[in-house]
């Protein structure tokens, strides 16, 4: 995971949390939009955490000004009205579905942060070996005498 996805991740992440106490009728109306100046990378991030989530991704929403919005939506946001009462059978599936959303997030939330400039890594590997074979080197002098 890039810096960048996951700025995306935690976006989304607080989004989830935030509205998972919510009712039902209130569901429908969470989304959240964010500008879409995305990367292929992180379009393509976005795609598979909306995926994994089973969350609803508009690409093709504009805001007041004429900017560019990509819209996060929970399932059933857009489609026929749900019905708000609650069921025994309905409860559980809620259950289920809370820990696999948790465990979703935990699998996000433990993938390392990678550097996105390659040349720049690689550099820095280069100066780590360099420095590596002076010490190297100063040691064997050092512990000669």
Sequence with gaps: MTPSQRMIFDQVKAFVLENRSISPSELREAELS???AFSTGGRTFL????????????WDEYDDEDQNLVVLRFPGALGSPLDDKVSES?????A??????????????????LIENVEDNCDSQEEEVRL????DEWKRVYYRV
Excluded: C, F, I
């Design 96 to 113: 289920e579905a809370t820990a696999t959303v948790d465990r979703v997030l935990r699998g996000y939330d433990n993938a390392k942060v």
């Design 90 to 94: 309905d409860s559980q599936d809620e």
């Design 34 to 36: 964010m500008p879409n």
């Design 47 to 58: 795609t598979n955490l909306s995926q994994d989530l089973h969350l609803t991704l508009s």
């Design 132 to 135: 590596k074979q002076k010490m």
